[in-house]
């Protein structure tokens, strides 16, 4: 049916890897923590930080929130972007991470739906979390910038 609509398409955009990786949580209390543990644990540390142009896809303002304030913290070359980021804001965000000079573009899935910006640039994409429009996931590919060469990750816990 239409949910895998997406997911068929990207792979035959040519996408090289699709890799989703289950985050085992008991609840909906302690997911945040756990998925951010798991994205040190199984990505950040052993991959993530040493990526160039990688595309973070927040399913959530909060997951944006506690990714954004990591960066931050261990001073990620990183630029953001979400659904009430000014034009100029944007527009800095988006030409940095696009020539180089950002490492990683954050954005929220929710920019995404709401400016339907098509963010061109990136080599790997991450989502933080499956996204709730299927066609995110399809829109977010069809921007990578070699596709038979890009690797994408979907963590998710249900």
Request: glycine residues 8%; proline residues 4%; aromatic residues 16%.
């Amino acid at each position: 049916g239409r949910a895998g609509e997406p997911l068929r398409r990207a792979s035959s955009a040519g996408i090289a890897k699709q890799f989703f990786l289950h985050v085992a949580c008991s609840g909906a209390q302690e997911q945040g923590d756990t998925m951010f543990q798991t994205f040190l644990d199984k990505y950040w540390t052993p991959l993530g930080s040493s990526l160039e142009r990688l595309l973070i896809v927040a399913n959530s303002y909060f997951s944006f929130l506690q990714l954004r304030r990591f960066f931050r913290e261990e001073g990620v070359s990183f630029c953001s972007a979400f659904e009430y980021s000014k034009n100029q804001d944007l527009s800095r965000a988006r030409f940095r991470f696009f020539h180089g000079q950002r490492r990683v573009l954050l954005v929220t899935e929710r920019f995404l739906w709401y400016r339907r910006y098509r963010l061109k640039g990136a080599d790997y994409v991450l989502f933080y979390g499956p996204p709730e429009t299927p066609d995110i996931y399809e829109q977010v590919l069809g921007g990578v910038r070699t596709p038979s060469q890009c690797n994408a990750m979907c963590l998710f816990s249900r």
